[in-house]
T-cell receptor, first 115, second 112 residues
């Protein structure tokens, strides 16, 4: 299994501020996929953003963007203009290729947005 | 569309009891998965089914069995529950072009 490491168990951010979550992974593959999933207190897993390794351009989805550093095997998530609804656990995940069918998850980072 | 549905939402078992967790998806996805989530460990893959008629072991398959009943349904069975199987269980399905997995709401299982 691939190793995905999220080194920040918990982070706190003031509403409207920016927070960055780190993720590193270990692989010998050249082409792969990376994901960030959000799990709010409801427990539902929701895809936040997706990055294909062969694409150099960093993915963005509204207030969420990633900094993908392929050589460093780093995939950080930036949440801009944080909102109370962003309070959740965030998981970084790795997939070798879409036909591999297997996601390897990091341990997660709990983000708390303060009013 | 309901997406991915799971039953039950909560379950308490005694050690040695058996039970089946049910999962169904209405998105016409070929691939389905079962994960368990434990505190501080993220989600770990138990079993998956790449397509109807096939199943394969994931990272933590011991103590579990699965059945891909048809394209929509993928069940997870605990034959003799153990306290170590206390966890939250998620079912998911995926579409191949993007690799995105869609998750059900989860089942919280406690084994006493």
């Amino acid at each position: 299994a691939q190793t995905v490491t999220q080194s920040q168990p918990e982070m706190s951010v003031q509403e409207a501020e920016t927070v960055t979550l780190s993720c590193t992974y270990d692989t010998s593959e050249n082409n792969y996929y990376l994901f960030w999933y959000k799990q709010p207190p409801s427990r539902q897993m929701i895809l936040v953003i997706r990055q294909e390794a062969y694409k150099q351009q960093n993915a963005t989805e509204n207030r969420f963007s990633v900094n993908f550093q392929k050589a460093a095997k780093s995939f950080s998530l930036k949440i801009s203009d944080s909102q109370l609804g962003d309070t959740a656990m965030y998981f970084c995940a790795f997939m070798k290729h879409v036909n591999d069918y297997k996601l390897s998850f990091g341990a997660g980072t709990t983000v708390t947005v303060r009013a | 569309n309901a997406g991915v549905t799971q039953t039950p939402k909560f379950q308490v078992l005694k050690t040695g009891q058996s039970m089946t967790l049910q999962c169904a998806q209405d998105m016409n996805h070929n691939s389905m998965y079962w994960y368990r989530q434990d505190p501080g460990m993220g989600l770990r893959l138990i079993y998956y089914s790449a397509s109807e008629g096939t199943t394969d072991k994931g990272e933590v398959p011991n103590g579990y069995n699965v059945s891909r009943l048809n394209k929509r349904e993928f069940s997870l069975r605990l034959e003799s529950a153990a306290p170590s199987q206390t966890s939250v269980y998620f079912c998911a399905s995926s579409e191949v072009p993007t690799g995105e997995q869609f998750f059900g709401p989860g089942t919280r299982l406690t084994v006493l």
